[in-house]
């Protein structure tokens, strides 16, 4: 089924497994998604409007959704600088894969990070 279908597609509840990661990034406030994947974008893309069309989640029209199709990445590393070469990451960003379920709140962790950052402890 994975060959023909991406993971985070597949149903948990009669839910796809993207629309709770979808869901946990929208909690977080996120801005900025892309959406990567090696499978046929338009098919991510039909999934994920539906869901947001069916789901009427105010948060998760907040953001905007990108998406980016993998031509020859095989590894979370390969993937990132695949997206780089066409999106030209400059921001703080957050990897996940699309087959999470959870429901953190990150406000404190990005806290951290920020203030880290202004600090140059990195």
Do not use: W
């Not at 921001?91 to 203030?115: T, W």
């Amino acid at each position: 089924m994975s060959h023909k279908v991406p993971k985070c597609l597949f149903p948990v509840a009669n839910i796809p497994l993207i629309l709770y990661t979808l869901e946990f990034l929208a909690l977080n406030n996120v801005k900025e998604v892309y959406v990567v994947s090696s499978h046929d974008n338009k098919v991510l893309k039909d999934k994920i409007d539906t869901i947001k069309d069916s789901h009427m989640i105010g948060k998760m029209n907040n953001f905007r959704i990108t998406y980016v199709k993998l031509e020859q990445a095989n590894s979370v590393a390969s993937a990132l600088r695949e997206v780089n070469d066409s999106v030209e990451l400059r921001d703080d960003f957050l990897v996940l894969q699309g087959d999470i379920v959870c429901n953190a709140d990150l406000s404190d962790a990005l806290r951290m990070h920020y203030k880290k950052k202004a600090n140059k402890e990195y």
